[in-house]
């Protein structure tokens, strides 16, 4: 099931993206983490009370030269649309205004739950002054600090209460669920009708067709699937036109459902930056990547053109050196017979599990090989190592000092690990820890 997603909306100037980093913490930095991942601070994942969710910042979205009760208004329509709660933020300072009394009225009758976040009030007396925000309409003030972080423990409290139930698929637990995502008019309902060899999905040229996330279920050599093609990361209309960033929320719902994600690249316009936002949601969700190339078609070739293509993505998207890469056409049906046999090979190696044992004579090998750092006389040590997880496979090192484990030799460590064990399409991850914790 995906996460719930929680939009912040208000007007400019009363704390958005102060309330969204501090709700976020530390998740921000560790994204960014990632090489080659190009991202804006629109949206990131973040946690209350073991409740994972979405939050995102309309603050984040600049919608042309409209006036700034039209943005707003624009804002809080785009947040009605994609959130399951809303976060309602005003300035306790400067009290009511009529642009939160006009956003105030757009958000009411959408009908989505409600709750509003008292910006900057730092100190208990101005919590007298929080009476005049009932006449929004809205329901119980929360004062908040964006500043000192004081009060966003009862505001989130509120908003999960609001969380949508987890809902039951329905799906076997061996059903592979495959999403395609991509940009608008990269072939991806066109690769779903091909694949499944019939007229499912709406095809046109006029990008952003598909609406929202469809469900495709279907089987194949006593393989049960699902095909989820998403809404192509923009929806028809002015505003999501001119706020494409923004509608990739649709497409992360569809991706946390996935086990494996087909990232649809049209050959024909070759690799642009938003391609490679919309990889980067792929690989921080942890799941099992395919590049495809569609429309190789119509791409003039000679024993070279594949090759130098294949290059330019290894370039460009270096986050996903794991990702097999397959050149196909939804038009002729070029190489197709290949995606769902490379799905089920990426969909194993994505839960493949390692025997603890196993796992350590190849750590000692390595270390062997190329010997643990040292920072100022200290040297890391590898106590032992054991996987806790898969999908993605997920390994804990048990070390004496966890500061010790460079960027770098994490790096060695994954590539050792890939070298012996066939994870080919899964992302990694590693962490170290104390022995003793």
Do not use: C
Not at 80 to 89: L, N, P, R, T
Not at 100 to 109: G, N, P, W, Y
Not at 229 to 252: H, I, N
Not at 322 to 329: D, G, K, N, R, V
């Amino acid at each position: 099931m995906p996460k719930p997603v929680v939009a912040i909306v208000g007007r400019p100037n009363v704390g958005k993206s102060t309330i969204f980093n501090r709700i976020v913490g530390e998740r921000v930095a560790i994204v960014e983490d990632v090489p080659g991942v190009t991202r804006d601070r629109l949206y990131s994942s973040a946690e209350w009370l073991n409740k994972e969710f979405n939050l995102i910042d309309t603050g984040g979205i600049e919608i042309g030269d409209e006036p700034l009760l039209n943005q707003m208004r624009e804002q809080a329509e785009l947040a009605i649309k994609e959130a399951d709660v809303i976060i309602f933020m005003v300035n306790g300072r400067e009290g009511v205004t009529n642009a939160d009394q006009e956003v105030a009225k757009i958000l009411f009758r959408s009908k989505k739950p409600l709750v509003l976040g008292v910006n900057k009030i730092d100190n208990p007396e101005m919590r007298e002054d929080l009476y005049e925000f009932y006449s929004l309409g809205i329901g119980e003030p929360y004062p908040i600090s964006g500043t000192h972080g004081l009060g966003l423990g009862d505001l989130l409290d509120e908003v999960i209460q609001h969380f949508p139930d987890e809902i039951d698929e329905g799906y076997d637990e061996d059903t592979i669920r495959i999403s395609l995502i991509g940009r608008p008019n990269v072939g991806k309902s066109s690769l779903v009708n091909a694949m499944l060899g019939e007229e499912r999905v709406i095809v046109s040229n006029i990008p952003g067709t598909t609406r929202d996330a469809i469900d495709t279920p279907f089987s194949r050599d006593e393989q049960d699937y699902v095909l989820i093609d998403t809404a192509g990361m923009r929806k028809r209309g002015k505003v999501y036109e001119s706020t494409e960033k923004y509608s990739v929320l649709r497409s992360l719902k569809a991706i946390e459902r996935s086990d494996v994600v087909l990232v649809v690249i049209n050959a024909e316009e070759g690799i642009i930056e938003q391609d490679k936002k919309i990889a980067g949601y792929a690989h921080e969700a942890g799941r099992a990547v395919i590049i495809v190339v569609n429309k190789w078609d119509a791409i003039e070739k000679d024993d070279k053109t594949m090759k130098e293509f294949e290059q330019k993505i290894r370039d460009h998207f270096l986050f996903l050196t794991y990702a097999p890469i397959l050149f196909t056409s939804a038009k002729t049906k070029q190489r197709l017979q290949h995606v769902l046999p490379t799905v089920n090979k990426v969909s194993e190696n994505h839960n493949l599990r390692v025997s603890t044992s196993v796992l350590n004579d190849m750590i000692m090998d390595a270390v062997a090989m190329n010997p643990t750092p040292t920072d100022h006389g200290r040297r890391l040590k590898i106590n032992y190592v054991t996987q806790v997880a898969v999908g993605p496979p997920t390994f804990v090192f048990f070390v004496n000092e966890p500061e010790l484990m460079h960027f770098s030799y994490e790096r060695f460590l994954e590539n050792r690990l890939r070298a012996t064990f066939d994870f080919e399409g899964t992302p990694i991850k590693i962490f170290a820890r104390r022995k003793n914790e």
